[in-house]
């Protein structure tokens, strides 16, 4: 019983040249393709991923600006109302008593 071992597909062909063989193995060739392909579909994924990320701090930096400024808005509205009620108080309720005199005379 003469058997020959199972090996892969391929297709061996001769130049004109004797020293010259062009030998293909097709599952060799299919491997490479697959994984080449899988690479690029990694490759294509992330840089979809990274545009995504990209969109999302973006978007999260603009709301943040915008929250910043509504901040910043109450806290001057706070800050002159509260600076608005210190002058009342230091004006009705002096408490420097050599200002004193200086009301009375007016």
Known sequence: MNEK???ARSYRGNVIDDNLV???????LVNILLVGGSILYGW????????????????ANDEIRNLMA?????????????????????KELNIN???WRKRKKK
Do not use: G
């Not at 062009?22 to 060799?28: A, G, H, V, Y």
């Not at 509504?70 to 230091?90: D, I, T, V």
């Open 5 to 7: 071992p199972k090996t």
């Open 22 to 28: 062009l030998s293909f193995n097709f599952k060799f």
């Open 44 to 59: 294509f994924s992330l840089q979809e991923r990274i545009t995504s990320l990209e969109k999302e701090v973006l978007e």
């Open 70 to 90: 509504k901040h910043q808005l109450e806290e001057s509205a706070q800050l002159e109302e509260l600076e608005s009620k210190l002058k009342f108080y230091e």
């Open 97 to 99: 008593p050599l200002s």
